[in-house]
């Protein structure tokens, strides 16, 4: 399956961005979704995943609250939602799909190629 993030920008703090993952190739609807971020210098960390048939949803604690991942398996599509946008949100936001819901990275086996998302003060 080929992913393909969009969305990233540049807006102030509180403001608000929403991310798309566009997937082709193989059956989407049968991968568990994620949301990954990194910013420079540190790890990439986990965000946000949701199950295949979007009946299970997990967060990391940073972003509890403000974030909504979401997924249309008509369109192919995953989304994430980032509200209240702070500048520690400041990073390249990568989306991954997988056979297995995680919050880490190793269940996910294809990546797309990230999209920037910076937060002003």
């Known amino acids: 399956v080929q992913l393909q993030a969009s969305g990233g920008g540049l807006v102030q703090a509180g403001g608000s961005l929403r991310l798309s993952c566009a997937a082709s190739?193989?059956?989407?609807?049968?991968?568990?979704m994620g949301w990954f971020r990194q910013a420079p210098g540190k790890e990439r960390e986990f965000v946000a995943a949701?199950?295949?048939?979007?009946?299970?949803?997990y967060y990391a604690d940073s972003v509890k609250g403000r974030f909504t991942i979401s997924r249309d398996n008509s369109k192919n599509t995953v989304y994430l939602q980032m509200n209240s946008l702070k500048p520690e949100d400041t990073a390249v936001y990568y989306c991954?799909?997988?056979?297995?819901?995680?919050?880490?990275?190793?269940?996910?086996?294809?990546w797309g190629q990230g999209t920037q998302v910076t937060v002003s003060s």
């Open positions: 991954a799909a997988g056979p297995q819901l995680g919050v880490t990275l190793l269940p996910y086996k294809y």
């Open positions: 190739g193989r059956t989407f609807s049968a991968y568990d």
């Open positions: 949701i199950s295949w048939s979007a009946g299970s949803t």
